[in-house]
């Protein structure tokens, strides 16, 4: 623990070497990671203060974590600033902090491995230069818009004089983040340098200070108050496309900031503070920073095994089984690729290699990553894998006899896992000599953009097994959900019934792009119609036709006929849509025209009836799990919290009411699950 004047630091390390530069470490005491808490800003105020008093020749600000440089705000102080103006005292004090690292006339420099986000980037904005260390961890960004608020510690003020109004307004809209080579590029760091050289590149700025960075004439036009009103009615048009202003205030406040204040830095700093103050407080932002922990805690139940996999085999060379090989081998597995021929495996090969050109970029990265990936029709990788991956199609007997095969040539401890989307493991694992090893990988496709995999525990499995398969998950940088074996597991369960509403509506006339504005309206990400079309036809019929035969219910005949024409969706180029170069043909919808009032409320409460069944089923062991796995596993609108979270904010009584009304109309396929009165339970005790 370090000590400045008078106050120890708990968080901060200070050393002042011979040639007077000052090295501030940040070590957020007792985590893994750094984050820009409270009592860091506060510490970190002191320390400047301290600091000014005996000014050094420079001032380094680096990390002293393995994990990254700083991954921004303390997110957990968040649910404190419920109160408009303690959030924008807290704001406030945050940036004169940082205004007073950015007011110093010796050069200040931020020394960047891993990752800079949010507030992490915003300190970085505040030194005179940054260097980033060439390694594909480090990645830079502005991500707060992800959490429904913006950039509050000076990154809207900073970063477009820095890289130009239109990058700028890029990462803080998108919440992207950009490697170290790239934010060299675009001026965002001085130096991107291999981490041997850091150390020189510290020395080499401090020696010989370039002039302060600043974008070309073009790039700085668009900041021109004649041309910014011009600028912002297109972003705003473009936010528009993916996050409607209803949805998600956040980006359209920063346009909005932008374009009244860029003029003017003190005031926009100022009005930036108070725009996220109103920002933090409102429910879609308390609601995705909910998410952001429900994703912790995903990513919490990866851990607790030493299991470490270095060799993967997947079998199955489709688009499901060749697109999970190449993200393994992507995320730095050896990884075998076992099919037929050749031919079946070729363009699973092409895929991949398109993958790692567009997730690394650097030709050696590529390289290396392709050669991590190897076909593979005899199945030699089998015998040497830590993790088997069986991803062929969903046929119970062609998946046993496979099992059959393979089990005597598998390592002692290699783990066995099947991609099956609907079918139970107990049924599978009848053929094994050991069916405690078997466990369920379920990934949703595209595999690249999908971030949750159900981790599957059969009657026989055994715990370990789970343990290591989750571990497995999180090493590829994938959200483990763990479930229970039941026909759909969690996801394709509850995203069924929801999907064969909408069918239903399509049998009853209402044409399918009404259908699909009613879930948009709602907050999803894609239209039930356009979503079976993108699934495949054949593909929800066969699992529809699966969970009706556990559980019940009726398969639309609407879905069984655009199947037997051979109308699959768009994979066919038609389903329930035509499909030109990729996308769907839609009518154009009238703004004045009025959809049916229970539209939504006849998807949405398929969807929360089905999520009360897994509840009462113990498919997930509580309400957040099944919140967490429908957001990552569906996109089930994010700012409304997660299904069960919907409920509780809705009021359950009135829900209930609501789904009761439904039944009344429609019929039994809304009456009410058991799994509403142990909600009613659950809401009580909490």
Request: charged share 25%; glycine share 8%.
């Amino acid at each position: 623990m370090d000590k400045v004047g008078d106050q120890q630091m708990k968080h901060w390390r200070l050393e002042v070497d011979d040639e007077n530069i000052a090295w501030l470490t940040l070590d957020y005491a007792d985590a893994s990671t750094n984050v820009l808490s409270s009592s860091v800003m506060e510490e970190l105020g002191v320390i400047l203060a301290d600091i000014i008093q005996t000014p050094p020749a420079a001032l380094v600000i680096q990390s002293g974590k393995k994990s990254g440089f700083i991954a921004g705000a303390d997110v957990s102080e968040f649910g404190s600033l419920c109160d408009g103006d303690r959030a924008f005292k807290y704001i406030r004090e945050s940036q004169e902090t940082l205004y007073q690292l950015e007011s110093f006339h010796f050069p200040t420099i931020a020394v960047i491995s891993g990752f800079c986000m949010g507030g992490g980037l915003e300190l970085a904005l505040a030194c005179r230069y940054r260097i980033a260390e060439d390694i594909p961890s480090t990645r830079l960004g502005l991500p707060e818009v992800r959490l429904g608020i913006h950039p509050g510690f000076g990154g809207s003020v900073r970063l477009p004089p820095l890289v130009g109004t239109v990058t700028a307004m890029d990462m803080i809209l998108t919440g992207r983040s950009v490697s170290a080579s790239a934010a060299r590029k675009i001026g965002l760091v001085n130096y991107s340098v291999p981490g041997r050289h850091l150390v020189n590149a510290v020395h080499k700025l401090i020696a010989s200070p370039p002039k302060k960075q600043k974008p070309a004439f073009l790039k700085r036009l668009p900041s021109h108050r004649l041309i910014r009103p011009l600028l912002a009615k297109y972003l705003r048009k473009k936010v528009a496309v993916k996050a409607p202003e209803h949805h998600y205030p956040s980006p359209y406040a920063l346009i909005d900031l932008w374009l009244h204040h860029a003029d003017d830095p003190e005031t926009m700093m100022e009005e930036e503070a108070r725009s996220l103050a109103r920002m933090l407080v409102r429910e879609s932002a308390q609601n995705l920073i909910r998410v952001f922990f429900l994703q912790s805690t995903l990513k919490g139940l990866g851990k607790g095994t030493d299991f470490k996999a270095k060799n993967v085999h997947v079998i199955g060379a489709g688009t499901m089984g060749g697109d999970i090989a190449a993200w393994c081998a992507l995320r730095g597995l050896n990884v075998s690729l076992q099919d037929r021929t050749p031919e079946s495996i070729a363009p699973a090969m092409k895929r991949a290699y398109k993958l790692f050109k567009k997730k690394l970029k650097k030709p050696r990265l590529v390289q290396e990553a392709f050669d991590r990936l190897m076909p593979d029709t005899q199945g030699l990788g089998v015998k040497r894998a830590d993790v088997i991956i069986e991803a062929i199609f969903e046929d119970l007997k062609v998946k046993q006899e496979l099992y059959q095969k393979i089990e005597p040539q598998m390592k002692e401890g290699a783990l066995l896992a099947t991609n099956t989307s609907s079918i139970p493991l107990e049924e599978l694992a009848v053929v094994l000599k050991d069916p405690s090893r078997l466990v369920g990988l379920h990934f949703f496709n595209p595999v690249a953009m999908m971030q949750l995999v159900e981790v599957v525990k059969g009657k026989d499995t055994d715990d370990e097994v789970v343990r290591k398969a989750a571990a497995f998950t999180g090493k590829i940088n994938r959200l483990p959900l763990r479930v229970k074996s039941t026909p759909g597991f969690l996801v394709n369960r509850i995203l069924m019934p929801y999907l064969m509403e909408a069918v239903v509506m399509v049998g009853e006339g209402i044409e399918p792009a009404r259908i699909d504005q009613a879930a948009l309206n709602f907050g999803m990400p894609m239209g039930p119609i356009e979503l079976a079309d993108t699934v495949g036809l054949d593909i929800c019929l066969s699992v529809a036709e699966i969970l009706s035969s556990h559980l019940g219910g009726k398969v639309p005949d609407v879905l069984r006929d655009r199947v037997s024409t051979g109308n699959l969706g768009k994979k066919s180029g038609r389903g329930f849509y035509e499909y030109r170069k990729g996308k769907a043909v839609k009518p154009k919808q009238d703004s004045n025209d009025r959809l049916p009032e229970d539209l939504q409320d006849r998807l949405i409460f398929r969807l929360l009836n089905e999520s009360a069944a897994c509840l009462r089923e113990g498919v997930v062991e509580d309400t957040d799990q099944l919140d967490a796995g429908i957001i990552f596993g569906t996109g089930f609108a994010p700012f409304r919290g997660g299904p069960m979270h919907y409920v509780k904010a809705k009021g359950l009584e009135d829900q209930i009411k609501r789904l009761e009304f439904l039944e009344q109309t429609y019929g039994e396929r809304f009456r009410k699950d058991e799994g509403w009165d142990q909600l009613r339970d659950q809401i009580i005790e909490s």
